[in-house]
Each structure stands twice: as structure tokens, then as C-alpha cells.
């Protein structure tokens, strides 16, 4: 039981969006408006300037992580019952990232 409750901790903490973790995007802290929105905000314009100096060798680890990140967020177990539209915050934002890592790609 407790290799069960470790492993669902660490899930809980894993990063999915910069800094961003799985438990602030499906608990209720912080509250969506205004802490949520904000806190997106500024990981999305940090992790945009750190694109700018990434070779193509880590701009295609970071798309699969991000793909990861978002399967991962997308398939929590009741997830969609507690925090919704921070999970559709979430989805916006790892699309727009997601975007632009592709388009550095082709570039």
C-alpha cells in the first residue's frame, strides 16, 4: 500500500508545464482565476525565451515531453470532476507551447 500512495505522489509532483505541476492543475490550489491564469502566463513566456537557445536535438525531447505531459494530465482519474477548466487552461497553453516547439522545428 505504501509503494501505491509513493508512486501516487510523485505523480502528483511531476512537472508538466515548466514548473507547473499535476497537482496544482487538478487540485484546487491555486484557484483558477486569478493565481492559475497568472502562473501559466509566466511559465508560457519563460519557457518560450528558453526555446530560443534549444538545438533541434532537445526541441524534439521537449515536444514528447509535452506530449507526455499532456496525456499524463488528460488521463488523472476524477480529474476532470475537480478542477476542469484549469485542465482546459492547461490544454490551451501545452497547445500553444506545443505549436511553437513544432514550428522551431521546421524553421
Known amino acids: 500500500m505504501y509503494h501505491f500512495y509513493s508512486i501516487l505522489l510523485l505523480e502528483l509532483d511531476k512537472k508538466v508545464f515548466g514548473n507547473i505541476t499535476t497537482k496544482e ?3 484546487s490550489e491555486p484557484p ?3 493565481d492559475t491564469q497568472d502562473i501559466f ?3 508560457f513566456v519563460i519557457l518560450l525565451a528558453e526555446l530560443e537557445s534549444q538545438p533541434k536535438d532537445n ?3 521537449l515536444l514528447e515531453e509535452q506530449k507526455n505531459a499532456e496525456t499524463h494530465v488528460n488521463s488523472r482519474p476524477g480529474a476532470m ?3 476542469q ?3 482546459q ?3 490551451e497553453y501545452n497547445k500553444k507551447y506545443v505549436q511553437t516547439i513544432k514550428e522551431k ?3
Open 41 to 43: 502566463e509566466k511559465e
Open 32 to 34: 483558477m482565476i486569478p
Open 105 to 107: 522545428l521546421e524553421s
Open 85 to 87: 477548466n484549469k485542465i
Open 81 to 83: 470532476a475537480l478542477a
Open 59 to 61: 526541441l524534439m525531447r
Open 89 to 91: 487552461l492547461f490544454n
Open 25 to 27: 492543475i487538478i487540485g
